[in-house]
């Protein structure tokens, strides 16, 4: 079955710090890849994606590339900001409307 | 962009008693809507798809008969925990997709405590 393992947290960074977080999945047939991330009190919102291998998903600084060879797609961010604090998830979709979830990675960022 | 609100954000019962969660679309048609439960420092766990209209579709080991999902209109779908125990206490969240929209929209969460 569909599974993603990612980095557990929390993962305490200061103001500017580069970020990685880890992403590694098993799936079957070739999965569309998410970062989701949820701020306190929110719900989930969708960071990025990549729907193929060597995709290269961005936003907000935030960048991942879907790694087929290592099965991974690694957040990463070269200067973080306070405003980054929230849990990450990262997520995969194998050709189905459901999502299989990684456990989530919180993120404090410290002024 | 499409926002998902669920009712109430935390709610506490007493076990054997029952409590509905509300999940709405406030800006969309949500032809689709899931239902995940998430346990502290654990994955969201889907629990069910429903369509409107349709009867909801169970993920193995979801008790259907415990966790009753109505999904009648394009704007709401509600979860009703049904003698509700301890052991379901979670934090339970719903999400959306409706028609030419290729991604989910998630609500902000319900914090179920059963006491």
């Known amino acids: 079955g569909n599974s993603v393992t990612q980095m557990e947290g929390p993962v305490t960074l200061s103001e500017e710090a580069f970020l990685t977080i880890n992403c590694t999945y098993t799936a079957t047939g070739y999965p569309s890849l998410f970062w989701y991330v949820q701020y306190p009190g929110e719900g989930l919102q969708l960071l990025l994606k990549a729907t193929k291998a060597d995709d290269k998903g961005s936003n907000k600084g935030f960048e991942a590339t879907y790694r087929k060879e290592t099965t991974s797609f690694h957040l990463e961010k070269g200067s973080v900001q306070v405003s980054d604090s929230a849990v990450y998830f990262c997520?995969?979709?194998?050709?189905?409307?459901?999502?299989?979830f990684g456990k989530g990675t919180m993120l404090l960022v410290s002024p | 962009g499409a926002v998902v609100s669920q009712h109430p954000s935390w709610v506490i019962c007493k076990s054997g008693t029952s409590v509905k969660i509300e999940c709405r679309s406030l800006?969309?048609?949500?032809?689709?809507m899931f239902w995940y439960r998430q346990f502290p420092k654990q994955s969201l766990m889907l629990m069910a798809t429903?369509?409107?209209?349709?009867?909801?579709?169970?993920e193995q080991g979801v008790e259907k008969d415990k966790f009753l999902i109505n999904h009648a209109s394009l704007t709401l779908s509600t979860l009703t925990v049904t003698s509700a125990h301890p052991e379901d206490s979670s934090f339970y969240i719903c999400s959306a997709r409706g028609t030419g929209l290729d991604e989910q929209y998630f609500g902000p969460g319900t914090r179920l405590t059963v006491t």
């Open positions: 800006d969309f048609q949500a032809t689709t």
């Open positions: 429903s369509n409107e209209g349709s009867k909801a579709t169970y």
């Open positions: 997520a995969l979709n194998s050709g189905y409307s459901t999502l299989t």
